[in-house]
């Protein structure tokens, strides 16, 4: 059972999002950011990727890329959702309350129903 946060704009629009660590999030990193919408975030997750690895590169340690992008997807795995949860705030958005579900759907069938 996963934790889902209902979100509401107006009477009728709602967003059910998922908390908690995102799997998709770690496999693709920035990509999943992209396709989120997560534009300032992707630009600085890439901007601090690139960046230590340019230091890695001038240190002549460059068997140590792949724990930088391994650390990188990390934190996309433990900060997406909160990202995405953000963005709806900031698009007025505000939370209603956090359902224990096992999907989306039924996530939102708990709220409406009471």
Same mark, same amino acid.
């Not at 224990?100 to 759907?105: E, W, Y």
């Given at each position: !059972?996963? *934790?889902?946060?209902?979100? #509401?704009? *107006? &009477? =009728?629009?709602? &967003?059910?999002? &998922?908390?908690?660590?995102?799997? +998709?999030a770690?496999?693709?990193?920035?990509?999943?950011?992209?396709?989120n $919408?997560l534009?300032?975030p $992707?630009?600085?997750?890439? +901007?601090?990727? !690139?960046?230590?690895?340019?230091? $890695?590169?001038?240190?002549?340690?460059?068997?140590?890329?792949f724990?930088?992008?391994?650390?990188?997807?990390?934190?996309?795995?433990? $900060?997406g959702? =909160?990202?995405? %949860?953000?963005?709806?705030?900031s698009? #007025?958005?505000?939370?209603? #309350?956090?359902?224990?579900?096992?999907s989306?759907?039924?996530?939102? %069938?708990?709220?409406?129903? #009471?």
């Amino acid at each position: !059972m996963n *934790d889902y946060i209902i979100l #509401k704009k *107006d &009477e =009728d629009n709602y &967003e059910v999002l &998922e908390t908690g660590f995102s799997y +998709l999030a770690f496999i693709y990193g920035p990509l999943w950011a992209a396709f989120n $919408l997560l534009w300032l975030p $992707l630009f600085f997750g890439l +901007l601090t990727t !690139m960046s230590f690895i340019a230091i $890695l590169y001038y240190l002549n340690i460059g068997k140590f890329y792949f724990l930088v992008v391994l650390f990188s997807n990390f934190c996309w795995g433990f $900060l997406g959702r =909160d990202l995405l %949860i953000q963005k709806f705030l900031s698009n #007025k958005f505000h939370p209603v #309350k956090i359902i224990g579900a096992s999907s989306r759907v039924k996530a939102l %069938i708990k709220f409406l129903a #009471k």
